[in-house]
């Protein structure tokens, strides 16, 4: 494997469900983000890890926890979605925070 | 407030048309700006880093140059494969990206 790896690609689940989304990146980098992209609108920053620590949460509703355990992997955990949570959730890593991100492909979550 | 602008919202162009994408920002001190190309149902890609105003990065029929308040995308005798939406994103002591360029090259 090579670059930003995520899984799952597809994710559909009940407003009840919990799930946990998980990236992997392969270039030994430092900081690992997590993204929300809607449809017309810009890429919503949700979470920064910098050598496995949290650095930044931009707001995020507490139904959506992030893990890093190591810094080649990071997790979003859900519980207890909304319909309007559904999008693409994009995994990015950097050298450094601040550094050109490499994304991931995605997970596209659908919550019903 | 941060910002990050970019215009046109949509540009459909025939092939080997140039063309520019806008992008203007308003930050209180910039790290760094950056480009991105987005095809359908993919991750953002990575294309250039910009610094400095002046400074320009080239990369096959892209161009990127910045000033103190804008950047700009030129594309030069584009082909069909260019299309895709185009990102730009502005890092101060966060990251904010614009909401993008769709662009469609019509062969």
């Known amino acids: 494997e090579t670059g930003v790896t995520q899984t799952p690609r597809h994710l559909v689940m009940g407003m009840t469900n919990k799930k946990s989304l998980k990236c992997e990146q392969h270039?030994?980098?430092?900081?690992m983000y997590w993204y929300k992209q809607s449809a017309k609108k810009p890429l919503e920053l949700m979470f920064v890890?910098?050598?496995?620590?949290?650095?930044e949460n931009n707001s995020v509703p507490s139904r959506f926890s992030p893990e890093c355990p190591n810094s080649s992997h990071l997790f979003l955990h859900l519980h207890t979605l909304q319909p309007e949570d559904s999008a693409l959730y994009l995994c990015?890593?950097?050298?450094?925070?601040?550094?050109?991100?490499?994304f991931g492909p995605g997970t596209r979550l659908t919550v019903l | 407030e941060d910002q990050v602008t970019q215009s046109p919202e949509a540009l459909r162009l025939q092939e080997g048309e140039s063309s520019s994408l806008n992008c203007s920002y308003t930050?209180?001190?910039?790290?760094?700006l950056f480009w991105y190309r987005q095809d359908p149902g993919k991750g953002p890609e990575f294309l250039f880093t910009?610094?400095?105003a002046g400074e320009e990065k080239e990369k096959e029929r892209l161009k990127a140059t910045l000033t103190k308040k804008e950047s700009f995308l030129h594309i030069t005798a584009p082909k069909p494969e260019d299309s895709a939406t185009y990102l730009c994103?502005?890092?101060?002591?966060?990251?904010?990206f614009g909401k993008g360029t769709r662009l469609h090259i019509l062969p």
């Open positions: 990015a890593s950097s050298q450094e925070e601040g550094n050109e991100q490499f």
């Open positions: 270039l030994g980098h430092n900081a």
């Open positions: 890890y910098s050598l496995e620590e949290r650095v």
């Open positions: 930050v209180s001190g910039l790290r760094g």
């Open positions: 910009l610094y400095s």
């Open positions: 994103a502005v890092q101060d002591d966060k990251i904010i």
